[in-house]
């Protein structure tokens, strides 16, 4: 119930987004979250400075939005890195 509170009140345009050519998916941005917040940075897709939290918070949204393949690394790099 937060989350939606949350979205309704601080992204009141979100419903006209999800009708749009993209479709967001939280649960890939998370899933990126998880999996990349602790990391080695040789095991990351994108590079990102030490407490750049800015830099890792706009990936998040980028898997979120498609970028981000789960548990298909060579997918989510041939399509979506290189």
């Not at 009708?19 to 890939?28: D, I, K, R, T, V």
Request: aromatic share 22%; hydrophobic share 40%.
């Amino acid at each position: 119930m937060f989350s939606t509170l949350f979205v309704s009140l601080f992204f009141p345009y979100h419903a006209a987004f999800a009708a749009g050519p993209f479709s967001y998916n939280a649960n890939n941005g998370v899933s990126y979250a998880n999996r990349f917040a602790t990391s080695t940075p040789s095991s990351r897709f994108f590079y990102t400075a030490p407490k750049d939290c800015t830099n890792f918070v706009s990936q998040c949204v980028w898997a979120a939005y498609g970028g981000y393949v789960p548990n298909n690394d060579v997918t989510t790099k041939k399509q979506y890195v290189e």
